[in-house]
């Protein structure tokens, strides 16, 4: 994707989506500087948008928010439908809640939140790449599903490499979640529960997203 293309993500969708890593951060963010739709209309008051545009603007935010494609965040989203349907009252447990544990769970996106890496797209490119251990057995596939209990890990060889040679600085500055543990100078790292996500920093609301798969 390009860099220019994912700015224009977020300005499309009215919403910071972090695609661009510390940019975003900076004053340098479109969103900022231009915090309106791109395009000649962009600036031009818009219609009220139907049910459905509003879900699907809810539903295009949190996929390209865990830079999904649309195909494998559709499998997420009815695989926790289909299992909320079959939960009994006495076990069932917020779909809402569901669906960001799983989409947390992903390892490219565990790889992001121990702050070794300034985006989700980045962090997908290194587990892509084979540079991680899960159990000490490498794992290459970005979707790979960690649990609690599991150890990540970096192969050794990689540490060389120039994206890891501020991991130090840009650990100190990352806010850990309180589900991971992580030992910097080794690169070692813990998955001590399940993924917890307080469902007010997501960008979108999780509902609509389910309103929208349901029609």
Known sequence: MLINSKCKICRR???KLFLRGERCFSQKCAMIKRPYAP????????????????????KQKLKRWYGLGERQFKKYVKEILEKARKATSANAEDASILLVKRLESRLDNVIFRLGVVSSRALARQLVSHGFFKVNNRPVDIPSYRVKKGDEIKIKPEKLKKKVFQNLPQLAKKHKLPDWLEFKVQAFEAKVVSDPILDQENLPAEISAVFEFYSR
């Open 39 to 58: 395009g000649l209309r962009g600036k031009r008051r818009k219609k009220t948008p139907s049910e459905y545009a509003k879900e699907l603007a809810e």
């Open 13 to 15: 969708q009215g919403t």
